[in-house]
């Protein structure tokens, strides 16, 4: 808020100033303790508020200036969402106003609702991710099955835009590819999910085509490329591109490490901005724990400068830093709460949990996280005389729980509500 005053011949006294501010309703469940982190308290408060003030009847990229709703950021917004809460009423929102904005070409908008349409391709995949999350965490079937029509439009499109090498074309160069590649995947799971094989079978056809022509056109032999690898130039290698190389699955296993070690310690690399960042953990996964934990200190320095710039809310990027306030900034409550607490939702309806703890990243840690709209996950530990750490995960409601621990295998531990480890 900014005040102009022009005093006349008499000066101006401000006897006094009230103003109301209005937000959506966050009620936020969940919670993060970590002793051995000076800067993880403070992290997490800024992120909570950031969302906090980016939530109005939709989710607005920032409270300032555009103050628009788009599917891009949204995407990963609304997971941060039901991190905290558990509350999926704005999504449901999101999803739905955007099914009501899908154009002729069977795209939806990047941004609504808008006075000025605006169409960024790439953005339709990450509204399909939105469906795919929101079943995952809350299982509404007839709500899912309701927006399959469109979803099948947005992948048409992309299909008739497949060229002659088998790759998304008719755009700049960008990951198209590998995007389509892995959306298509993740909602081959969710069609499969909610009783349409078919569809399952064809998408899995579809993104398996894709990341063969990806593997033949677009790498290097030892990185990925934006444009096809016969015509790389510098500014064709980014951060971004492996990331979505693996999440694809275009990457194989065992260049995963690789692929992400050495683009995120070398400057040439286009870098991952704050909502990118997102995504590179979710890579960094799949690339082992090693990868994982190495990477994982560097991973919040962006943060923690924001921090000793003396922002209390996470600003837009770090190149023009125009808005001071962005959600997508608030990466770290996924972080935290899916990766560092180890709570991966893995059935519909929060029906089956991953419990994976990073156990090697905190000596010591209490936090608490939202599981779909009725449930919630206490997650501790701590160091023992011994030496080992005790590890217990408490729920309000009994689930199907899979533990694994670093460097372990998965082990089934059946529909519980408390579990007691030692590691």
């Avoid at 303790?33 to 992290?43: L, N, R, T, V």
């Avoid at 909610?194 to 579809?206: C, F, I, K, L, T």
């Avoid at 449930?375 to 995960?393: F, H, I, P, R, Y």
Wanted: with cysteine; net charge negative.
């Amino acid at each position: 808020m900014r005040w102009e005053i022009t005093a006349g011949a008499e000066s101006v006294e401000l006897c006094s100033f009230g103003a109301t501010q209005v937000n959506y309703p966050l009620a936020v469940k969940a919670s993060w303790d970590e002793p051995g982190d000076k800067d993880a308290k403070q992290i997490w408060d800024v992120s909570i508020r950031t969302m906090r003030n980016c939530m109005f009847d939709g989710y607005s990229d920032c409270p300032f200036y555009e103050q628009l709703q788009y599917s891009g950021d949204s995407h990963s917004v609304g997971l941060f969402h039901y991190l905290l809460s558990g509350d999926d009423r704005l999504m449901r929102q999101t999803i739905t106003n955007f099914a009501a904005s899908v154009t002729p070409e069977g795209l939806t908008q990047s941004r609504f609702p808008s006075h000025v349409p605006q169409i960024i391709a790439g953005f339709s995949l990450y509204w399909v991710l939105q469906i795919c999350d929101h079943h995952l965490y809350f299982g509404d079937t007839a709500y899912t099955r309701s927006f399959l029509p469109r979803i099948d439009g947005v992948f048409e499109f992309f299909e008739s835009h497949i060229d002659e090498l088998g790759l998304v074309s008719g755009f700049p160069e960008d990951v198209w590819h590998m995007l389509y590649a892995y959306v298509l995947k993740q909602a081959a799971r969710l069609v499969r999910d909610v009783g349409r094989p078919g569809y399952a079978d064809e998408y899995e056809s579809r993104a398996a085509s894709v990341v063969n022509a990806i593997r033949i056109h677009c790498f290097d032999g030892k990185f990925f490329t934006d444009s096809t690898a016969d015509i790389a130039g510098e500014g064709a290698y980014s951060q971004h591109c492996q990331v979505f190389a693996v999440l694809s699955g275009a990457a194989t296993p065992e260049d995963r490490p690789r692929l992400l070690r050495e683009p995120f310690s070398n400057p040439d690399f286009s870098k991952c901005s704050y909502v990118m960042m997102f995504y590179a953990l979710r890579a960094f996964a799949l690339a082992g724990d090693e990868v994982y934990e190495s990477a994982w200190g560097s991973v919040w320095d962006p943060w923690r400068k924001m921090l000793a710039n003396n922002l209390t809310i996470w600003e837009e990027d770090d190149v023009r830093q125009r808005s001071d306030c962005h959600a997508w900034g608030s990466v770290p409550i996924y972080g935290c709460c899916t990766e560092l607490a180890g709570l991966h939702i893995i059935a519909p309806g929060s029906s089956k949990i991953l419990f994976s703890p990073r156990l090697n990243l905190s000596r010591e840690l209490k936090a608490k996280a939202a599981l779909g709209s009725s449930n919630t996950a206490t997650v501790s530990w701590s160091v023992q005389d011994d030496g080992k750490k005790k590890v217990e995960l408490r729920l309000k409601s009994p689930v199907r729980i899979v533990s694994k621990f670093p460097g372990g295998e998965e082990k089934d531990c059946g529909v519980v509500d408390h579990l007691t480890l030692s590691f």
